[in-house]
Structure formats: C-alpha cells, structure tokens
C-alpha cells in the first residue's frame, strides 16, 4: 500500500488551489503540521477545515484524522529506521552490522526515490524515450555508471545510443544533437560545471532534456525540461555515493521497464534477438 505522504504528492495534480497550498504545507513541514489540529492547520494554511477535509479525502481518508494518524505512524516507522540506518560503520562492526548498516541505508535510499517520482512526469519521459532518433547519455564519475547501464539496457532495445566516458566528447555529442534527438543527464550533486555546460549547448540546439537528479534546486534541474529526482546522500541520512548510485539505478530501472512495457510485444521479439546469441552457462562449462 502507498504511504500516506506518496498519495498526497501523487494527487496534487488534481487538487484545487487551496488543497494544492494545503499538502505543500503538509509536505514541508511535516513534523510540525502533525501537531496541529484541523483548525491550526487550515489558519496556517490560509484555507479552512472543510478544504483539509476534502484534500485528506481526496488521498483517500475519510477525514483529517484519520490522515494524521497514518503520517503520525509512517513518521514513526521511518524516524526508527533511520536511527538505525544513521549507524556508521565503526572499526568493531562485525559482518552482520556492515550487512545491516549498508542495506538499511539502501532501503531507505530507494523509498525516498520512489516517492519522489511522478507518475505523469515518467510517462512523458517514457513518451520521449519512444519518439527519439538517437538517446544522448551525459554523465561523469559514478554517474557515468549509471548512464553507462541505461546504455546497455536501451541497446537491448535496439534504441539507438551515444555515450562517451571523455567528457570533452560529451560536450561534442550535445553539439552536434538535433531537436530530433533525446538528451538524458545523470548527476548526482545537479552541480557538475561540465554537466551544467553540456546542458547549456544542448538547450541552444533545442534538444529536449532528462535529468535524474537529486530533488534540491539545482542548475542542472533548472536546465533540465523534465526531472526524475532521486534520493542523495543528506536525504538516504548519510547513505552517500553508494545510496545515491543505488537511488539513481533505481531510477534507470524504471525508466527502462516503463519503455519496454510501452512496446512489449516489440520487447519481447527484440530479446529474443539480442539474447540468441548469448553463451548458454552450461556450454560454457562444457
């Protein structure tokens, strides 16, 4: 079942202006906001206690209460994880805490992105995904990694790609690219100059732009036409690098499977293709 919190940033698309000023409220200050009563809360908000109640049953919920008390709880559940997964690894960890410190800081990494991601926003990309000639994948350090498996994932689609490791030969690649075309910007930080710099041609050439970045403003956002965010480091509380790429695979995962969804009988046919010639582990042995 989706949180409590994921159905209210789900819905806002479809929320009234008052609802809508309501669940930002909601959602930025959520541990203040839960201690406050419908008639607190709808003075704080410039709105009045049958607009909470509406928007409450909007995500679901016969009324503010029952609303409080599912984000009290969520809070609570999250707030005990996360306790457990701010434990850093300490010199006297045995395998069993390093195994349970590391997979904490994942999940919670990983929940953060999912309930991050906008249905409508990933539909679009999807879209955008289907109508490119050619997909130009951006990113350095850890993020070419990431790049570099949605590389591999979308030639198993035969969807044509370019990725470069240089970053001098990336900036060449947003220069030559074309309306036509699909840009799609790996970043983690959303502050990488060289990123920031490829952006900045391929939005001369008119070439629509995918970022997967962390939720914070950030010049690569604000460059950005469409924006599938992912946990970072702060948010993943302390995962880092290793949250972050795990955040950011996620992201690609998604991506990619909503594609293949989008022309299933195509992708069925095409790994059939692409894995036909694969060697078989028991050939391999033999």
Same mark, same amino acid.
């Not at 959602?27 to 203040?32: C, I, R």
């Given at each position: 079942?989706?949180?409590?919190?994921?159905?209210?940033?789900?819905?806002?698309?479809?929320?009234?202006?008052?609802?809508?000023?309501?669940?930002?409220?909601?959602?930025?200050?959520?541990?203040?906001?839960?201690?406050?009563?419908?008639?607190?809360?709808?003075?704080?908000?410039?709105?009045?206690?049958?607009?909470?109640?509406?928007?409450?049953?909007?995500?679901?919920?016969?009324?503010?209460?029952?609303?409080?008390?599912?984000?009290?709880?969520?809070?609570?559940?999250?707030?005990?994880?996360?306790?457990?997964?701010?434990?850093?690894?300490?010199?006297?960890?045995?395998?069993?805490?390093?195994?349970?410190?590391?997979?904490?800081?994942?999940?919670?990494?990983?929940?953060?992105?999912?309930?991050?991601?906008?249905?409508?926003?990933?539909?679009?990309?999807?879209?955008?995904?289907?109508?490119?000639?050619?997909?130009?994948?951006?990113?350095?350090?850890?993020?070419?990694?990431?790049?570099?498996?949605?590389?591999?994932?979308?030639?198993?689609?035969?969807?044509?790609?370019?990725?470069?490791?240089?970053?001098?030969?990336?900036?060449?690649?947003?220069?030559?690219?074309?309306? %036509?075309? +699909?840009?799609?910007?790996?970043?983690? /930080?959303?502050? @990488?100059?060289?990123?920031? $710099?490829?952006?900045? &041609?391929?939005?001369?050439?008119?070439?629509?732009?995918?970022?997967?970045?962390?939720?914070?403003?950030?010049?690569?956002?604000?460059?950005?036409?469409?924006?599938?965010?992912?946990?970072?480091?702060?948010?993943?509380?302390?995962?880092?690098?290793?949250?972050?790429?795990?955040?950011?695979?996620?992201?690609? %995962?998604? +991506?990619?499977?909503?594609?293949?969804? /989008?022309?299933? @009988?195509?992708?069925?046919? $095409?790994?059939?293709? &692409?894995?036909?010639?694969?060697?078989?582990?028991?050939?391999?042995?033999?």
């Amino acid at each position: 079942m989706k949180s409590a919190l994921f159905r209210l940033r789900e819905s806002q698309d479809s929320m009234s202006a008052t609802e809508r000023a309501v669940s930002d409220y909601l959602l930025s200050h959520q541990g203040e906001a839960m201690g406050l009563s419908i008639h607190q809360l709808a003075e704080k908000t410039f709105s009045s206690p049958s607009t909470v109640i509406r928007m409450c049953q909007r995500v679901g919920y016969a009324g503010y209460k029952e609303f409080r008390q599912a984000v009290t709880c969520e809070m609570a559940v999250r707030s005990l994880g996360r306790e457990t997964e701010r434990q850093e690894i300490t010199r006297s960890d045995s395998l069993d805490d390093i195994v349970d410190k590391v997979t904490n800081k994942n999940i919670l990494s990983l929940e953060d992105t999912k309930s991050f991601i906008n249905t409508d926003t990933l539909h679009t990309c999807v879209g955008l995904l289907n109508e490119a000639r050619t997909v130009l994948l951006f990113g350095l350090g850890s993020s070419l990694c990431a790049a570099q498996d949605l590389n591999l994932k979308l030639l198993l689609m035969n969807k044509p790609c370019v990725i470069n490791e240089d970053w001098h030969a990336q900036l060449l690649q947003a220069k030559n690219a074309g309306m %036509d075309d +699909l840009a799609i910007v790996v970043s983690c /930080s959303g502050e @990488t100059a060289e990123m920031i $710099q490829c952006m900045k &041609t391929l939005r001369e050439r008119n070439t629509p732009i995918i970022a997967i970045t962390r939720r914070e403003a950030s010049p690569v956002a604000e460059l950005s036409d469409y924006r599938l965010y992912t946990a970072d480091g702060d948010e993943a509380a302390g995962g880092g690098d290793v949250s972050a790429r795990m955040s950011q695979l996620n992201i690609i %995962d998604i +991506l990619f499977t909503a594609f293949a969804h /989008s022309e299933y @009988t195509y992708c069925l046919e $095409q790994m059939s293709v &692409t894995r036909a010639g694969e060697p078989q582990a028991a050939s391999a042995r033999a």
